[in-house]
């Protein structure tokens, strides 16, 4: 089966930078990604990573260790509009297909 | 980006009705949608992979003759939930596959369904 773990909620800085971080245990990794979700709407894509090492874009960054099954999101210059659950998303084969399995998500609380 | 939709956006129906909700890729095809359900302060679950032209695959505990899925075109599927009951009250949310230039998914702003 998947496990995917990240911490339940977390509270910051705007201004700050954060780093949530996120451990997973699957068979066929195939990639990992990380979605934004306000309350009440749907994920929208941040970053995907299948290579170990950073990805950059803007303020978000997006680091992958394969080997020890473990990745994290940085937020850089936190923005009051960044307060979203953040979700950790591992792409594995199965079935002949790839499927994603979501995290339980971050809830990160940006305050003044 | 790429978009997709999903229509309606919520609906409110009665105990033992049926219930269609459309999910399209607006300026893409997909060969392959997802749709997942999600309680509130839950993560997202995926029910079903959509395929099109060929059966969904159902994950472990989706009944498959409860969620009806039909993906007829390489823009459209459709998630019929038959005989709603309320503990199926729920946000559900498909997305598409794409695969260039990098494989992700682009998600539908859900469909929030509430059975009295």
């Known amino acids: 089966g998947q496990n995917i773990d990240q911490p339940t909620e977390m509270t910051a800085t705007e201004g700050a930078i954060v780093q949530i971080n996120c451990t997973y245990q699957t068979s066929g990794f195939n990639g990992l990604f990380w979605y934004q979700q306000h309350a009440g709407e749907a994920p929208t894509f941040l970053s995907y990573n299948v290579l170990d090492g950073l990805e950059e874009k803007g303020r978000f960054s997006s680091f992958l260790s394969r080997s020890k099954g473990y990745s994290y999101l940085l937020l850089k210059e936190l923005q009051m509009k960044d307060s979203a659950s953040y979700l950790c998303a591992v792409r594995h084969s199965g079935a002949g297909s790839y499927q994603l399995t979501f995290g339980k998500g971050t809830k990160l609380s940006v305050i003044p | 980006g790429a978009v997709v939709s999903q229509h309606p956006s919520r609906v409110i129906c009665k105990s033992g009705t049926s219930v269609k909700i459309e999910c399209r890729s607006l300026d893409f095809q997909a060969t392959t949608m997802f749709w997942y359900r999600q309680f509130p302060k839950k993560s997202l679950m995926l029910m079903a992979t959509?395929?099109?032209?060929?059966?969904?695959?159902?994950e472990q505990g989706v009944e498959k003759d409860k969620f009806l899925i039909n993906h007829a075109s390489l823009t459209l599927s459709t998630l019929t939930v038959t005989s709603a009951h309320p503990e199926d009250s729920s946000f559900y949310i498909c997305?598409?596959?794409?695969?260039?230039?990098?494989?992700?998914?682009?998600f539908g702003p859900g469909t929030r369904l509430l059975v009295l």
């Open positions: 959509s395929n099109e032209g060929s059966k969904a695959t159902y």
């Open positions: 997305s598409a596959r794409v695969r260039a230039p990098r494989e992700t998914q682009y």
